[in-house]
């Protein structure tokens, strides 16, 4: 798909310059462009490093843990179908608990096992079940406190702001996944009942 | 509200900045050795960005250098604007849910272009924040096990993705100071 996309965008800019007799405007779009995607890169690799840091002084002392001892009864309430205390349940809680830090690093590992789990108690290893649809759903609209990668490239591109747009952002990630958690709901009745891992 | 939001928004890193090395050291972590460990991470995180930004920012600039751009923002300008959505952000929602260093790469070229404390800038920032890359994620998450139906799951993601960008757009019009 960004196949597709990045091809549609370079071909269709030929053939608007050329139509339009200025065919040399996409070569200079294009130098001048690159040289800022460099600099981008640059100044954000002190912010990123710094909040990095940051993250692996937070992972050490075990915040993820204490988040995800907080999180267990809002996975109770969405998962009812994965017994208390199983590997799976704990797998999802730490992977929940690192999206909400904006940990996608830490995140997906734990993600993964979480999905090995979930797979051990599906009835049909090729379906999703319900559980892992649920917890697909969050995981596609990830929640997250801090857009810690947004706001480094704010800052990288001079903003007087950059940590402004927390609050927006946690606005619109709480209707992602609020939407994405319902529809998954409404929608599993159709795929075919009761595939669930509650055998 | 808008100022609880406000107040969040202005609070929330410095909190972490305070909270996470004074839990960390009351826990016996060697704090300054663990930042440094962590902090190598971000050189290496930024030159991966490298390619992914040049192969945007090129895409970006021939598309905007060869008139191009006006062309589809004409073409679209009139939906976009019945849907409260302002047609420059249009491609990014677009790359959104496919891939994430490409939307990264899209948002920091609207933000070179627009400004960062723009509207744009404050959209496009939200609508980087507001949901992850959905189709990368049902990819390899279901292929880590070996699923090939993942019945509604698709439909969901994308459910959750046009409700975060609606989501995006109200926030911002409601929050962004003018």
């Not at chain 1, 929940?96 to 995140?107: H, K, Y």
């Not at chain 2, 509207?119 to 189709?135: A, K, P």
């Amino acid at each position: 798909m960004m196949n597709t996309i990045w091809t549609f965008l370079v071909l269709v800019s030929f053939l608007v310059s050329a139509a339009s007799g200025h065919v040399s405007a996409i070569t200079d779009a294009a130098f001048t462009s690159v040289k800022s995607a460099v600099e981008t890169a640059f100044s954000f690799i002190g912010i990123m490093a710094f909040w990095l840091g940051l993250m692996e002084v937070a992972q050490r002392a075990g915040l993820i843990d204490l988040l995800s001892r907080g999180m267990r009864p809002v996975v109770r309430l969405l998962f009812p179908s994965i017994p208390a205390g199983t590997p799976a349940e704990g797998a999802m809680l730490l992977n929940m608990s690192a999206n909400l830090l904006g940990l996608g690093s830490a995140a997906t590992p734990f993600g993964l096992k979480a999905m090995e789990e979930l797979q051990k108690l599906n009835p049909d290893p090729a379906t999703a079940t319900d559980a892992m649809c649920t917890f697909l759903a969050i995981n596609t609209s990830a929640i997250t406190l801090i857009p810690a990668t947004v706001i480094a490239l704010r800052a990288a591109n001079g903003s007087s702001n950059p940590t402004g747009i927390v609050g927006t952002t946690l606005i619109a990630t709480v209707c992602s996944t609020v939407a994405a958690v319902t529809a998954d709901r409404l929608l599993r009745g159709r795929g075919g009942h009761g595939r669930g891992g509650s055998h | 509200m808008a100022e609880v939001i406000d107040a969040a928004s202005r609070w929330a890193m410095p909190l972490m900045f305070f909270l996470i090395p004074l839990v960390a050291y009351l826990r016996g972590v060697k704090v300054y050795e663990a930042f440094i460990e962590g902090a190598e991470q971000g050189f290496a995180t930024a030159v991966r960005m490298i390619p992914f930004l040049v192969a945007i920012f090129a895409a970006m600039g021939m598309f905007r250098g060869s008139g191009a751009m006006d062309l589809l923002m004409r073409l679209v300008a009139a939906p976009a604007r019945w849907l409260g959505v302002p047609p420059e952000v249009l491609p990014l929602m677009l790359v959104r849910p496919l891939s994430g260093s490409a939307a990264l790469g899209m948002l920091s070229d609207l933000l070179r272009v627009y400004g960062p404390d723009s509207y744009l800038g404050w959209l496009g920032s939200t609508i980087q924040g507001s949901t992850d890359t959905t189709f990368y994620i049902l990819s390899v998450y279901y292929g880590s096990v070996g699923v090939r139906n993942p019945r509604h799951s698709v439909l969901a993601g994308i459910i959750g993705d046009l409700a975060g960008f609606a989501g995006a757009v109200l926030a911002t019009r409601l929050l962004f100071p003018h």
